[in-house]
């Protein structure tokens, strides 16, 4: 499986745009990117997921480069309910099994 | 639907002594994840099911561990003895297999925290 490496934490400012950045050098051709946020005390929640380009939906828009060694989420305009912890996840397209690292604690301040 | 549900949410116990964990995933999916997160090693994955059967426990910490799901409905993790070093937050997840235009998306519990004296 892909291994993953994303900043350990981020502060930003309500209104902000934020942008946390993950490197996964050895994707594999069939490896989706994925983002998972997990909120103190629940269980992780997908945000959104991609292959290359962009993806966008209600929530965050996901920016993949052609070489697909890195993606970059993107949160527009946080607010204070933004505060979790972000993971990216390369999975298998085919596969259903998710290995989670250690993810992006995004605090965001008034 | 009402997500996955997991029981009991808090469960405080005594070192030797033996938990059960419950989870009842979403109706329609057919994989079934036990997850478990501490602050040292973060979330780990422990086995996961699919239709009932158990594809991967490589996860699972050591024999004092075991996890069944006799039905589609219900899954359970046992620890037998458990140890103060087992307290954590356990979380159940739920998912379908993937088709064409579908999306790799786990849906989790809201976790049981076990304390361990």
Known sequence: ?110 | DAGVIQSPRHEVTEMGQEVTLRCKPISGHDYLFWYRQTMMRGLELLIYFNNNVPIDDSGMPEDRFSAKMPNASFSTLKIQPSEPRDSAVYFCASSKSKDRVSYNEQFFGPGTRLTVL
């Open chain 1, 1 to 110: 499986l892909a291994k993953t490496t994303q900043p350990i934490s981020m502060d930003s400012y309500e209104g902000q745009e934020v942008n946390i950045t993950c490197s996964h050098n050895n994707i594999a051709t069939n490896d989706y990117i994925t983002w998972y946020q997990q909120f103190p005390s629940q269980g992780p929640r997908f945000i959104i997921q991609g292959y290359k380009t962009k993806v966008t939906n209600e929530v965050a828009s996901l920016f993949i480069p052609a070489d697909r060694k890195s993606s970059t989420l993107s949160l527009p305009r946080v607010s204070l309910s933004d505060t979790a912890v972000y993971y990216c996840l390369v999975d298998l397209y085919a596969g259903n099994m998710l290995t989670f690292g250690g993810g992006t604690r995004l605090m965001v301040k008034p």
